[in-house]
């Protein structure tokens, strides 16, 4: 039998959450967000307008009103009840907390009907970690998106053992629709295959720079002429966000701890995020 999905519902509006919930809706699904509180629906309905900016100017499609009124379609509620009530999918992108996720599942397992798929957008928790708490462990699994979606469009898609090969198949058939292309892992791996090959680059770019052997444009410069990509590591971690590899080094090897430090000290604390607050390791 196959499986129809044509009602989604995100939780989680932060960066990453309001771009699914985003993309998923311009391409024509029926789209709820959630989140805990008002306020942080508020917060979202700004991400929303922003992205209907960034879709008129750089998606195809997106002019005409289409981006605005992408924006404007999608539901928004606090209520997780209402919010899964009749979702043929769940994709959850809430904190990247694993106690936080495990008891999100245990509330979603008792709410959602039971032909509701649910899927993780977990970047470096495994599926498994989680399965045992959504009360269908057959019908979940994660479903992994790279920033900027709309541009970075990969997805990436990983089971458990006992992910249902049909719900596996449904949700490669999703991400498709809605414009990605899909990954297909065929074992679960910390770090899928993009953060796989990302994360080493960019831990090796920061040694670098923090080392003071090279300075992070110059460290760019080598990396987009020998290899022709088209930005260096950091731009990427610019796009990132800098405090996510601070958050993940600062609980690291000595090592690691010492370059989350540099960042801290000379971006950080100094207000330079990336992309979202205008400077980075670059001006924008």
Do not use: C
Request: net charge negative; glycine share 8%; charged share 20%.
């Amino acid at each position: 039998m196959s499986i129809d999905i044509r009602k989604v519902t995100v939780l989680g509006t932060g960066v990453l959450g309001s771009q699914i919930a985003f993309q998923t809706a311009f391409r024509g699904f029926d789209v709820t967000a959630y989140d805990i509180t008002e306020d942080a629906l508020t917060a979202a309905r700004g991400r929303f307008d922003k992205l209907a900016a960034v879709y008129r100017e750089q998606v195809a499609g997106g002019a005409d009103g289409k981006a605005e009124a992408t924006a404007a379609g999608i539901a928004l509620t606090s209520d997780l009840a209402q919010a899964v009530s009749d979702a043929d999918l769940v994709i959850e992108a809430v904190p990247e907390v694993l106690a936080i996720k495990q008891d999100t599942y245990e509330k979603l397992g008792k709410l959602a009907p039971e032909r509701t798929i649910f899927a993780t957008n977990s970047s470096t928790l495994l599926p498994s970690a989680m399965k045992d708490f959504t009360g269908r462990p057959d019908r979940f699994l994660a479903l992994h998106f790279a920033n900027q979606v709309w541009h970075f469009n990969t997805a990436e898609v990983m089971g458990t053992v006992d992910t249902d090969p049909a719900v596996y198949q449904a949700v490669v058939d999703f991400a498709t629709a809605i414009g990605m292309v899909p990954i297909e892992l065929h074992k679960e791996k910390a770090g899928y295959v993009l953060n796989s090959l990302l994360v080493p680059l960019l831990d090796a770019a920061m040694n670098l720079a923090e080392g003071g052997y090279a300075s992070p444009e110059d460290v760019d410069k080598t990396w987009t002429i020998g290899t022709g990509a088209p930005a260096g590591p950091f731009r990427i971690l610019d796009i990132i966000g800098l405090t996510t590899p601070y958050n993940i080094m600062v609980n690291g090897d000595e090592t690691s701890q010492r370059i989350a430090q540099w960042l801290k000290t000379n971006y950080i604390d100094q207000g330079k995020l990336g992309i979202a607050t205008g400077e980075g390791f670059y001006k924008y």
